[in-house]
């Protein structure tokens, strides 16, 4: 009996260990190792006349924010679900394996429609639309999906995934939550993406970052309301790097933390050196930003650091920061409004908030963004959607700044809409703190 029950044991043993050989054990799916195996044996068969596959990969969009806000088992909450929502968009003959960490790919063989990865790309997308309900707190996730096909972009493995790998990266820039399809344009990118990624985690320490500063003007006398804090970066080949291209891939490789205080503290200073009274420097922070529980003490750090009083700093927060994670963005609102700095929420009227997150978070100030603007006001809806804006705003008590006013034709029609204050390249792009200040008067009769 003893040595049955041995030999029961043993061969348990050797089965579980073969099963973590080949499987995830948090969510089950085939691991990189297993996947790896059936994505040969695919594209061998792909081989033949009149067959194909197509290779979905997949990356939650900002899940080392759910990491660093909510934990690492909210994190593999996620995971588990993600894998959950993935099965029940396929089909019994498509592979969904987990490669590592929040990297997902599903294999679809026998494709005999152009593009199939494009519907189950939608159907995706669709199942992650509905909110995840983790550790009691309901947060929105999205995906972003690179597709790649063989034989047509690749014929061996390790070059298919790259492939879809490049393409879910372009999703990721055109917005995420999205899929794209590889094409060969897109391997110039990704090595214009490590190469900017590499030099980006040394470019505060060799002197590369810099702040600009756009000023608001109170838009019926003229004055001069505030300064808005912009991050600017020369590479010493690339030149000049637009903010939409290094800044969502510093928040995607964990940099913004450090880049992000020290933006603060560049701020803070230079509000100090101008010293002019109720003027207030605005900084921006992401929603990864905004939501992480240390954003107080690392604001109250800052703020001691460089004397500034609370009231001369502005923090601006995208709309969607309020409905992401709704209890830590609670937290974050309620360490703000504790410290005594300001609150604006960037680009009103275009995130996921309710009304009643937007009056619950005492914000005081709303901008509404240059997408709305620009088409002003020559657009109807537009025109219809400032003026509801507007209106809610107001209601609140909150003041309304219009960002990116272009022309003289914008500027009076935002006098027309209430507007309390204006921003944008009518009155110059944003400059070094040196040459704003030499320049301030002439931008500000521009009002007149």
């Known amino acids: 009996l003893h040595v049955m029950r041995d030999i029961t044991e043993r061969k348990r043993s050797a089965e579980q260990l073969a099963y973590l050989a080949h499987y995830d054990a948090l969510t089950g799916l085939p691991n990189r ?4 195996q059936k994505l040969e044996h695919a594209i061998n068969v792909a081989e033949r006349p009149g067959r194909t596959l197509e290779l979905l990969f997949l990356d939650i969009d900002r899940f080392k924010q759910i ?6 088992d909210a994190g593999d909450a996620v995971l588990k679900e ?5 099965r029940a968009c396929l089909r019994e003959s498509d592979t969904v394996a987990r490669l590592a960490g929040d990297e997902f790919v599903v294999l679809v063989e026998n494709v005999k429609e152009a593009q199939r990865g494009a519907t189950i790309a939608e159907k995706i997308l669709a199942a992650f639309s509905p909110p995840f309900s983790v550790a009691g707190t309901t947060i929105h996730v999205g995906t972003s999906i690179g597709i790649a096909a063989s034989p047509h972009d ?12 490049s393409a879910m990266y372009r999703a990721k820039q055109q917005g995420r939550n999205r899929y794209c399809y590889y094409s060969p344009q897109l391997d110039a990118e990704t090595a214009v993406r490590r190469t900017l990624e590499h030099s980006l985690r040394h470019a505060l320490e060799r002197g590369e970052l810099a702040l600009h500063y756009q000023p608001s003007f109170d838009i019926a006398s003229g004055r001069m309301t505030g ?9 010493p080949q690339l030149g000049v790097v637009k903010p939409q291209r290094f800044l969502a891939l510093a928040e995607e490789k964990g940099l913004m933390d450090g880049i992000g205080d020290w933006i603060l503290r560049q701020a803070c200073r230079q509000a100090l050196e101008w010293n002019d009274d109720g003027m207030r420097v605005a900084v921006n922070l992401s929603a990864q930003q905004f939501n992480d529980m240390q954003l107080g003490q690392r604001l109250q750090a800052v703020l001691a650091e460089t004397g500034l009083a609370p009231d001369r700093l502005e923090i601006e927060i995208p709309e969607e920061a309020l409905s992401g994670q709704e209890e830590q963005a609670q937290r974050s609102l309620e360490a703000l409004h504790a410290l005594g700095v300001g609150l604006t929420i960037d680009h009103f009227g275009f995130g996921h908030a309710s009304l009643a997150q937007l009056a619950a978070s005492r914000a005081g100030t709303v901008k509404i963004g240059p997408a709305l603007i620009r088409n002003l006001p020559g657009d109807a809806s537009g025109v219809a959607l400032a003026r509801v804006i507007v209106h809610v705003a107001h209601s609140l008590g909150w003041r309304v700044v219009a960002q990116g006013a272009e022309t003289r034709q914008q500027v009076d029609f935002l006098r027309t809409l209430s507007c309390d204050s204006v921003q944008g390249h009518y009155f110059g792009e944003a400059m070094p703190a040196a040459v704003l200040r030499e320049r301030m008067q002439d931008q500000a009769s521009l009002l007149h």
């Open 154 to 165: 690749a014929h061996e493995p390790t070059l298919l995934l790259k492939h879809a790998d």
């Open 33 to 36: 190792a297993l996947f790896q």
């Open 67 to 72: 990491n660093d806000t909510l934990g690492h």
């Open 227 to 235: 300064m808005e804090a912009l991050l600017r970066w020369t590479h």
């Open 82 to 86: 993600t894998a959950h929502r993935l």
